[in-house]
């Protein structure tokens, strides 16, 4: 059996960065639960010069989350807001929208947002908002869609970046990238192979998004 | 845009034929309701010596598909079951089982067959139909399912090839193979390319169906 996690896997549409053209830097805006290595992937591709962007902020809702060491790291300002401090999600998104107004966000990218948005955050960046979903949907979504595919048995699994709407895990596909599933994955396994993915297609969408609504 | 047709997808996992170990030939019986092309994949791979098996017989339900032609071509005996003349699907099934076990039809491969089957078939051949569908399953399940993804806008698409249970396009997946949409795709032009899949899969599937379930 082949194996080979480094090399990239199918990505549709294959859009070159070339092709991007970007006038001005997008100002975004990441929301992140757990280690950020999908703001890690953003940051470098802007870093390398592939994205024309600025991180302005990154909203993170565990204290302990690795990825507010990641944004000190990178020199961007971190905003805890944590969802055990908020009586209801519409407050939660309040606070979250405040700071991302407060930070001149344009577009925000929920990098592993562990958290049902609401209609306050989504209705105050109408169609600018960017979710990376650990499966090719429309299967599997909302939580666990790891151990879904795996439950289910699929012999290809995937990601997908997608502007969001109101319903969970829906709304116009920007990127997807497939991957194998192996007999012998573990939820581990599968998904350290899908953010591989993650991490490339996800810069990518970000200016696919921006190409498309500027 | 990088486009290439005909070089091979994501396909996986990836079991060289070469690994599946079939003692004795596989007796096939082949459903195809249209062209049968998949007809043509499985015994164009049985002559190149990659599928140890033999097509026992086509069964075709319209009387006019090219795939009865293509049967004559290589030598495979056709019985057409019309679904227009059985008052019911299980007569249709019973008629088509009947024809089945009269050549001694080990495997039932549904290969483009566009009707939905009764438990008097699946009853007959226990855990040992196989059902390719064009859709990565569990997505767009059913009838028009190329159509379903172009409507959903996904990005990646292709084909499932699976162990057939009572409800529709379910049971356990032996392969998919995973093919790019591009935005100007017609339903034609995505179906061509999944087809291509198709091809490449369906007879590997056959084998690894085989050796699990021997």
Redesign the interface.
Known sequence: ??RDETTP???????PFGELNLDKPLKLGIMASGSGSNFEAVAQAIADGQLNAQIQVLIYNNPDAKAAWRAQQWGVPAVLCNHREYGSREDLDRSIVEALQRHQVEWVVMAGWMRVVTPTLIDAFPDKIINIHPS?????KGVRAVEQALE?????A?CTVHLVLPEVDTG????????????DDTHQTLHSRIQTQEHLVLPQAIALAAQVNS
Do not use: D, E
């Open positions: 059996m082949v896997r199918l990505i549709s549409p294959r859009v090719l949907l429309p299967s599997f289910a048995g699929v012999k290809i995937g116009p596909i920007l990127l997807q990238a497939a991957v194998p599933v192996f007999p």
